[in-house]
């Protein structure tokens, strides 16, 4: 039997946080009135939802109005694609984004390209990297907007956004970053930055599920994904989720708070993991050496798949990714990766372990310690079942 269960998956997702979760509480049970009515049970709620609207707004450096609550990081993406293809049609249908990114921006574009919108996808070099010259290259007459991510969820490259945006806003073009991996890990500010929209999602950084946020800059109008009693000034109806917002602003205060000491520790687990999991043979680093998000250490092992490596690995009590939550299970080999430029073989033999400042060095030589002898067994019946053939 295996010891305690080590949980190296924060980019899937992460638990509430102590803090966050005791802030949500009253808004389930007392304070529970709808932010609509204008009783003492909603007001109550109201003021909480304002209060978590200020306090993202300042982390992030956005002003009030430019805050916009949503059901999660997978919302605030379509909308920011969907709505400004609406909006901006008559001016021009072409979109660009890049081939790297997640599902929720990825789809999206290609429902778009479906729908009589020409989508460009960016190519990125092998760290996951666009070229500002790319882009600028890229941007036509009819572009109308740019979608690209912040930090990749697979490889955890971070990307330099403030270089790529200045050059769709040169051209005049809107610039929306999905940076769900990157707020509150981090630092992110929207006008050093130069963005037009950026999606962020409570759960990836100590929040609850199901609620996160699209800035939207002032002057930037962007008509509503979802429509219905015209909350969030009509951009975004439905009922407030009041204990998610404040979960999430809650969440994301504590994270502001503590970036500097989560980064460094959590830097310095993912540093020492990488250096035990290179020294196993066959085994590469995906994703770029120094641009990456503190938490985030994927790679390759050449000659074998990422499933049995993901279940044995479960079995010795150590929770893993084999990519992105959503394309894990699939089998398929990653779509970043190829972007990368790995070969199919290589781009299903991938594993991403994601830490936070929750896990510790002692985590950390065990999980190199149990790659070591996994691996080495999935080889040895590998090597076995060819011999048998
Ligand atoms: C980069 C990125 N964008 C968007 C999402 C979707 O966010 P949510 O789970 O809040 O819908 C994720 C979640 O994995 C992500 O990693």
């Not at 990081?73 to 694609?81: C, I, M, P, R, V």
């Not at 979608?147 to 005049?172: P, V």
């Not at 109806?237 to 404040?246: E, M, Q, Y």
């Not at 070591?372 to 040895?380: A, G, I, K, Y």
Request: hydrophobic share 40%; net charge negative; charged share 20%.
């Amino acid at each position: 039997m295996h010891r305690k269960t080590i949980y190296a998956d924060y980019a899937a997702t992460t638990p509430v946080s102590e803090e966050a979760f005791s802030a949500m509480l009253p808004y389930f049970l007392q304070s529970f009135g709808n932010p609509s009515a204008i009783y003492c049970y909603g007001l109550e709620a109201k003021q909480a939802v304002e209060e978590a609207r200020r306090t993202i707004a300042g982390i992030i450096g956005a002003r009030v109005n430019e805050v916009f609550f949503t059901s999660g990081g997978t919302e605030a993406d379509n909308w920011a694609l969907y709505a400004t293809a609406e909006a901006r049609k008559s001016r021009g249908r072409h979109i660009i984004t890049t081939s790297i990114e997640h599902s929720a921006v990825y789809y999206p574009a290609q429902k778009l390209e479906k729908q009589g919108f020409e989508v460009t996808y960016l190519p990125v070099d092998k760290y996951g990297l666009v070229d500002p010259e790319e882009l600028e290259r890229a941007i036509r007459e009819d572009t109308i907007l740019v979608s690209i991510m912040m930090a990749n969820n697979e490889i955890g490259t971070i990307l330099n956004i403030e270089g790529l945006s200045g050059r769709a806003k040169a051209h005049k073009v809107l610039f929306h970053t999905d940076a769900v991996q990157a707020v509150g890990h981090i630092p992110v500010n929207v006008s050093e930055l130069g963005v037009d929209m950026l999606s962020l999602s409570a759960h990836k950084f100590g929040g609850p599920k199901g609620v996160g946020a699209l800035y939207i800059k002032v002057g930037n109008i962007l008509p509503p994904l979802i429509s219905g009693g015209g909350q969030e000034k009509g951009r975004r109806s439905g009922t407030s989720n009041v204990p998610g917002i404040v979960g999430m602003a809650a969440a994301l205060r504590e994270a502001a708070d503590k970036m500097e000491q989560n980064m460094k520790k959590t830097a310095a687990l993912r540093d020492r993991l990488i250096e035990g999991v290179l020294k196993i043979p066959y085994a590469r680093l995906t994703g770029d050496p120094v641009n990456r998000l503190p938490g985030i250490a994927s790679f390759v092992f050449e000659g074998l798949e990422s499933m049995p490596i993901v279940s044995s690995l479960n079995e010795e009590g150590i929770c893993v990714s084999s990519g992105s939550a959503c394309s894990a299970g699939s089998g398929e080999p990653s779509r970043v990766l190829k972007a990368a430029g790995y070969p199919d073989e290589l781009a299903g033999a991938s594993l991403r372990f994601s830490l936070s400042e929750r896990n510790t060095q002692e985590e950390v030589d065990y999980i190199v310690e149990k790659l070591h002898t996994v691996l080495e067994t999935l080889r040895s019946k590998k090597n076995a079942s060819m011999g048998a053939v």
